[in-house]
């Protein structure tokens, strides 16, 4: 019996010629846009948020309210509504250079993402009007700059690269921080060992990594509240780092400080540029 041929990637895959015998395969068009993206807000997350019980299935389940997902939004979808109706597509994907945590904001001058238009039916797209009108869509929540065309293999090289991060946080302490203490602080740059942390540890090997964190400002913010800037390396997990995570990471921003801290808020500040 002869199995049917299935639509889509696996097939267009095989080039030109496709099966002998067969139909001749539809090579899907595709576009891709990069830009850079900010996100305002803390309860966003960047990809579809599909609901970990149904996976997102159509119709849903109890888990998700029948919804298939988890927030009503995300930067993949603010920005796949205007642009699919712009190039009068049904699908994209999203590939962005990393990814914050959902309540993690994205500021500076923003993080780069591709969105990859499948099958479009309008090619010529103003996308400086696009930008403007996501921009507008998506006001207090995210805004995107500097949209533009680019080949497909931009996409392996925006996921590739490793980029260190600034990042600030929101640390409470459990004790009150003395100010010389604070004062010695920036421009300590230490090298850290981190297991993989905990909260992810379900869905990675659990590994240790050897990163470098540089501390570039720490400052008071209230008894045990200090805010704190600091560089790190590449895939560093930097609210495990202020945390310790139960000794995962060594040492942690909380072994510096001479009493344990977490992170009340992040923000990414820049994300150093792509070469
Ligand atoms: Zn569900």
Same mark, same amino acid.
């Given at each position: 019996?002869?199995?049917? =041929?299935?639509?889509?990637?696996?097939?267009?895959?095989?080039? +030109?010629?496709?099966?002998?015998?067969?139909?001749?395969?539809?090579?899907?068009?595709?576009? &891709?846009?990069?830009?850079?993206?900010?996100?305002?807000?803390?309860?966003?997350? =960047?990809?579809?948020?599909?609901?970990?019980?149904?996976?997102?299935?159509?119709?849903?389940?109890? &888990?998700?309210?029948? &919804?298939?997902?988890?927030?009503?939004?995300?930067?993949?979808?603010?920005? #796949?509504?205007?642009?699919?109706? #712009?190039?009068?597509?049904?699908?994209?994907?999203?590939?962005?250079?990393?990814?914050?945590?959902?309540?993690?904001?994205?500021?500076?001058?923003?993080?780069? &993402?591709?969105?990859?238009?499948?099958?479009?039916?309008?090619?010529?797209?103003?996308? #400086?009007?696009?930008?403007?009108?996501?921009?507008?869509?998506?006001?207090?929540?995210?805004?995107?700059?500097?949209?533009?065309?680019?080949?497909?293999?931009?996409? #392996?090289?925006?996921?590739?690269?490793?980029?260190?991060?600034?990042?600030?946080?929101?640390?409470?302490?459990?004790?009150?921080? +003395?100010?010389?203490?604070?004062?010695?602080?920036?421009g300590t740059r230490i090298r850290i060992v981190q297991r993989t942390p905990a909260r992810v540890a379900h869905r990675r090997a659990d590994k240790e990594r050897i990163r470098q964190v540089t501390i570039r400002s720490a400052e008071p913010q209230g008894e045990r509240l200090l805010s704190v800037?600091?560089?790190?390396?590449?895939?560093?997990?930097?609210?495990?780092?202020?945390?310790?995570?139960?000794?995962?990471?060594? +040492?942690?921003?909380?072994?510096?400080?001479?009493?344990?801290?977490?992170?009340?808020?992040?923000?990414?500040?820049?994300?150093?540029?792509?070469?």
């Amino acid at each position: 019996m002869e199995r049917p =041929q299935r639509e889509g990637n696996s097939r267009s895959r095989r080039g +030109p010629a496709g099966r002998k015998g067969g139909p001749p395969p539809r090579q899907r068009v595709r576009v &891709f846009l990069e830009g850079r993206y900010r996100k305002y807000v803390r309860d966003l997350p =960047q990809t579809i948020f599909y609901c970990p019980r149904c996976k997102g299935r159509k119709g849903g389940c109890d &888990f998700c309210g029948g &919804f298939g997902k988890l927030t009503k939004d995300s930067i993949q979808e603010l920005i #796949a509504r205007k642009a699919l109706r #712009a190039f009068k597509s049904r699908k994209g994907k999203f590939h962005g250079a990393g990814r914050e945590d959902i309540d993690v904001r994205m500021l500076g001058e923003g993080r780069p &993402f591709i969105f990859e238009v499948i099958d479009p039916k309008v090619l010529e797209v103003d996308l #400086a009007e696009l930008e403007r009108e996501i921009n507008e869509y998506a006001a207090g929540r995210i805004d995107i700059t500097g949209l533009h065309r680019v080949e497909r293999k931009r996409v #392996a090289i925006l996921k590739e690269t490793p980029t260190d991060k600034i990042y600030r946080a929101l640390v409470e302490t459990e004790e009150p921080v +003395p100010e010389e203490k604070l004062h010695s602080l920036p421009g300590t740059r230490i090298r850290i060992v981190q297991r993989t942390p905990a909260r992810v540890a379900h869905r990675r090997a659990d590994k240790e990594r050897i990163r470098q964190v540089t501390i570039r400002s720490a400052e008071p913010q209230g008894e045990r509240l200090l805010s704190v800037e600091v560089r790190a390396e590449h895939g560093t997990y930097i609210k495990e780092w202020i945390s310790g995570d139960e000794g995962r990471t060594r +040492p942690s921003l909380g072994d510096l400080l001479g009493t344990p801290g977490v992170c009340r808020e992040l923000d990414v500040l820049e994300i150093l540029p792509l070469t």
